[in-house]
C-alpha cells in the first residue's frame, strides 16, 4: 500500500516561496511507470494540476505555473518537493501529492491517480 503524506508551513507570505516536500512509503518514486505529482484545490474550484517527477527524474509543469513552478525528487529520503514562487494570496489552496501509474496525468482529474496524500492548507496572507 502506497502511502503519501504533505508537510511544510501552513502560512506563507505574500512574494515568498512556497515549499512542500511529500513524503512517499510503500513504494519508491523510482518504481518504472510511476509519477508523482502537485495537485492543488483552492476554495470553491476545482482541482487543479501543478506538475509532476516521473520515475526518470524528469518534470513536468503546467503551463499556467511553469515559469514559478519547480519540483525535485531525493531518491535517498524517498520524497519530492514542489517550490512555488512569488506567491499571491490566489495561491492559497489545499495542496495535495499524489501518484499515477502508467502515464502522466497532465490533469487534476481524480480517476488519472491512484493514490493520494491527505493534503495541507496553505494560506497566503498579502
Known amino acids: 500500500q502506497v502511502q503519501l503524506r504533505e508537510s511544510g508551513p501552513g502560512l506563507v507570505n505574500s512574494s515568498q516561496t512556497l515549499s512542500l516536500t511529500c513524503t512517499v512509503s510503500g513504494g519508491s518514486i523510482t518504481t518504472l511507470s510511476s509519477y508523482w505529482s502537485w495537485i492543488r484545490q483552492p476554495p470553491g474550484k476545482g482541482l487543479e494540476w501543478l506538475g509532476t517527477?516521473?520515475?526518470?527524474?524528469?518534470?513536468y509543469y503546467s503551463p499556467s505555473l511553469k515559469s514559478r513552478t519547480s519540483i525535485s525528487g531525493d531518491t535517498s529520503e524517498n520524497q519530492f518537493t514542489l517550490q512555488l514562487s512569488s506567491v499571491t494570496p490566489e495561491d492559497t489552496a489545499v495542496y495535495y501529492c499524489a501518484r499515477s501509474f502508467g502515464a502522466l496525468p497532465m490533469s487534476g482529474e481524480r480517476r488519472k491517480y491512484d493514490y493520494w496524500g491527505q493534503g495541507t492548507q496553505v494560506t497566503v496572507s498579502s
Open positions: 517527477i516521473a520515475f526518470s527524474g524528469y518534470t
